[in-house]
């Protein structure tokens, strides 16, 4: 039993799928995103795969301050994709809406629409930081229980 | 054409402005079918309409032309929050009209006006200034 | 048997959130309507409330891809509005700064189309090719997007090193045109995937006000860095690629060629830069009252700002209409009759923005 | 054939035991192949392993119990028809098989893709639906060359024995039908130019788009297995000697399908994808027409000799 549990760990922290969501941002972060996926950076060589389809991913990757367009889209994709998962707010705008702050249209941050884990800063953070963020939610997930249903519930209200 | 026979053509007493590279014409009762169909038929391309408060409750609305490489700028002011829509002239006016619909409530007479910008369920005008947000106070920075 | 497929609003085919709806009988697209509320920020409402210098923060982030494009536009307004006269030097490198800009927007865009049509090789090679302009852009602004060089009359950082500029960019005009032309052009799969498909006529485009390469592979010439120059555009000499056919692949040729012309214009400012200050003077400008435009070929096409001004620091009321706003009415123009798998393509072969679009 | 052989074939070789970490190595080739072309690094050799094990790790999501039936059975079945398709391949000379097992076999390479319609619609999500019946028009267009090849291969042979066929000797109609069954490799192994029915920019991931956790798992396995079948297939039926011993068998016909797979993936780096129409072209065009050529010659074999 210990011996699968390890297993599992260990896969977990080697095959990050990732879903990209961008909840309204300016695409700064976007690109930066894909530029990961791109020769200099290669994130496939540590086996992580950008999917497009929720229900195949383990982390999500929300770029964008949540503008009310996209905040139903987002909780459910949050719903769609099966547990464990990790959060990972990319860049300034989910994490503090940066400069759309106080804007009637956006109804972020993300921590206020889902449990975030893992905080990426800069506007736009640069792929090494991207990459940084993704390796520190693997280690979330590999060592994740699957997370309580009342705290997200919690979160939601 | 030059702008002196386009003016005479609108009917406008006003005089043409240039500021900053661009030619303005203030015309508080410009028939803006009229100056869209002109400006269409000698081959103009309509570049965007601003639409910005003025203190009365109206609005002022600039339509901005491309007259192969000059910018002419027609000032006018709405009656009652409407002005004629010109989609049917220029279909580039379509999403234009809609977007000052959502952001300041003005009506584009003559036309349906879907949201572009906001839900289907929300008021429009978000810029005016006495908007709120159903639970959300919008008026502050 | 018609059916409606929605796309989007989130989709492995476009970066930001968008919903085509498309309306299929079988694989044929009978009615298409886009819905591009998702990014409103309302980015217009926040300038209102913002100080000029916070305002060129804040519109430099209406859109990320051509975020410099932006911030000079809304300089130029402002210095149109003071009538302030920028020194020649700081023109110099904001022409070389949007030259620069608009390579690394293209390079993008042919990579999205790439991974659109399903040929991931090319979009590596093309991302592969825009990360040696995202190093230059950093060399020279500090920041791989969002560069901040503009303020109100000039540029904030000076071109240290002109030299590594003219090294990148004739590598990039290498790569362009040695690997993407032949691939894009005589590649089979891509020829048959791209030609004949999501066409727009001449007239279309005049009717619907589409600006940039979208116009221009339709057959129209207007570009306004020659019709009304701004920047340093007056004092180069640069051609304007024009396509007549108006399907996917004269937009291909049009963006092409224009990566060549681009890497063309640099090197010629690179020749011809004076030395000299870059910065008219006080850092912050006092804005009379008064309203200007502005307007600037962006990557996508033409671009517009709008900006009152009543003697305050906070502006009136500040417009921006971006070329996606007018070029992505016309994709519905080019979808009909289309087939569902030509759908993302000839979406995305207009490039579009669309956290420009609702800002 | 005795029951010990037929447990040796399904579980050991060429059955569970080594298909399934083929299965890994080959879509592993597969996806670093891919990378070092484009100037990537490219995955671990262990990553299919992993992402299988991380998938089976992950918590079903909720359906309606009979959605859940369809969906936890149709990647199972798959990839049991995959396993049993490679029961059948007549890899080794001391093989025998048994008459019509190459009925056989040609069903059980079919499942897979039928699994995959069934899926698709099974999911009720929109994208699975378009998938899964691009998946149905696409087996229609490939499955016509690819059944006429084997027929011409049989008919030349004069048996529906795969170890026949496989001791039949070479000329002509067995390198046109072999050439056939290659070409049709690319649309039933679903990469490009012709992966239309999982064309991920249009329609997400296809039939699959809707599961997720096992249930995927399960599908990336049919997947890798649906790759040692076929390019197994191949060499089978291509090879004309047998060099005698067991492991000299084994060692051809392994290497010769991971070369096989690394020029299949080349060809898929190499182009874009296709549209349905003009996958279907191809394929009523020169499938069609190298296995119509393949049959003619095979029910008539003097013209072979004439021309020679």
Known sequence: MRLIKKLV???????????????????????????????????????????????????????????????????TIYAQMPEPKVVVALGNCPATCDVFAGSPAIEGPLDRILPVDVYVPGCPPRPHDLIKGVAQAVAILADQQPRDRRIIEGVNQ | MDLEEIREHLGSMEVWVNKAKAWWLETPNLDVEKMARLMVDIGSRLVTVTASRVPEGEFRIIYHWDLQGQLLNFVTLTHQATLPSIMSISPVADWIEREIHDYFAVDFAGRKLPTLVLSEKDPPGIFSWNFLWKGKEGGHA | ??????????????????????????????????????NFRGVEWLAERRNYHQAI??????????????????????????????????????????????????????????????????????????????????????????????????????????????????RVRQTVTDQLIPLFTEDKTIHARCSGIGQMTKEQAVAWGAVGPTARASGLTEDIRQTSPYAAYNQLEFKVPVETSGDVFA????????????????????????????????????????????????????????????????????????????????????????????????????????????? | MSWEKVFFALLIFPGLLYAVPTAWLMLWLERKFRARMQGRIGPPFYQPFFDFVKLMAKRRVLRPSFDSIFMMGLPLVSVSA??????????????????????????????????????????????????????????????????????????????????????????????????????????????????????????????????????????????GLEWVALTGLVVCLGLTFRTGTWIGDFAIYTSLSLVLVILLTILATGTARLKIQQAARFYWRWGMGLSLVALILGVFPDIERFIR
Not at chain 1, 34 to 58: F, K, M, N, T
Not at chain 3, 113 to 138: I, K, S, Y
Not at chain 4, 170 to 190: E, M, S
């Open chain 3, 1 to 38: 048997m018609s059916f409606t497929i929605p796309i989007g609003p989130y989709h492995p085919a476009l970066e930001e959130p968008c919903k085509v709806q498309v309306i299929c009988e079988g694989e044929i697209v009978q009615d298409v309507s886009l819905s591009v509320k998702y």
């Open chain 3, 251 to 359: 937009r291909v040729v049009v963006r092409l060629l224009e990566m060549v012309e681009s890497c063309h214009i640099v090197e010629q400012a690179l020749d011809q830069i004076p030395p000299g200050p870059i910065h008219h003077g006080p850092i912050f400008v006092e804005i009379p009252r008064g309203e200007a435009v502005a307007r600037a070929e962006a990557p996508r096409g033409e671009l517009f700002y709008y900006v009152s001004s009543d003697g305050t620091d906070i502006p009136c009321r500040v417009k921006i209409r971006t070329p996606s706003f007018v070029n992505l009415p016309t994709v519905r123009l080019m979808m009909l009759q289309a087939n569902l798998a030509d759908v993302p393509l000839i979406n995305a072969s207009i490039d579009p923005c669309y956290s420009c679009t609702s800002r």
């Open chain 1, 9 to 75: 760990s260990m896969a977990r922290r080697r095959s990050p799928w990732l879903f990209h969501l961008n909840t309204g941002g300016c695409n700064g972060c976007d690109i930066e995103f894909s530029a990961c996926l791109a020769p200099r950076y290669d994130v496939e060589q540590a086996g992580i795969l950008l999917v497009g389809s929720p229900r195949h991913a383990d982390i999500l990757c929300v770029t964008g301050p949540v503008t009310r367009g996209t905040r139903a889209a987002l909780e």
């Open chain 4, 82 to 223: 995959g396993l049993l398709a490679l029961a059948l391949l007549p890899i080794s000379s001391d093989s025998r098989g048994f008459a019509g097992d190459l009925v056989l076999l040609v069903a059980f390479l079919e499942v897979p893709s039928l699994c995959s319609v069934l899926a698709g619609f099974a999911s009720r999500s929109i994208f699975g639906q378009v998938g899964a019946t691009r998946e149905a028009i696409l087996s229609i267009t490939y499955n016509l060359p690819f059944l006429t090849a084997i027929v011409a291969l049989a008919y030349s042979a004069q048996s529906l024995r795969l170890v026949d066929i496989a001791a039949s000797p070479a000329g002509g109609v067995r390198a046109l039908a072999v050439l056939t069954i290659c070409l049709c490799l690319p649309v039933k192994l679903r990469i490009n130019p012709f992966s239309v029915s999982n064309a991920e920019q249009e329609i997400y991931s296809g039939p699959a788009t809707e599961f997720s956790g096992p249930q995927l798992a399960m599908w990336e396995l049919a997947h």
């Open chain 3, 57 to 170: 923060a804040l519109v430099e982030r209406v859109c990320g891809i051509c975020s410099n494009v932006h911030a000079l536009t809304f300089c130029n307004a402002l210095e149109g509005l003071a009538g302030l006269t920028v020194p020649e030097r700081a023109q110099y490198i904001r022409t070389i700064m949007v030259e620069l800009e608009r390579l690394t927007s293209h390079a993008l865009w042919a990579g999205i189309a790439a991974e659109v049509m399903g040929f991931q090789t090319l979009f590596m090679t093309c991302f592969a090719m825009r990360e040696q302009l995202m190093d230059l852009l950093e060399t020279i602004s500090g920041n791989r997007i969002h560069y901040g060089m503009n303020c109100i009359g000039g540029v904030t950082r000076d071109l240290a090193n002109p030299e590594a500029v003219r090294i990148t960019v004739r």
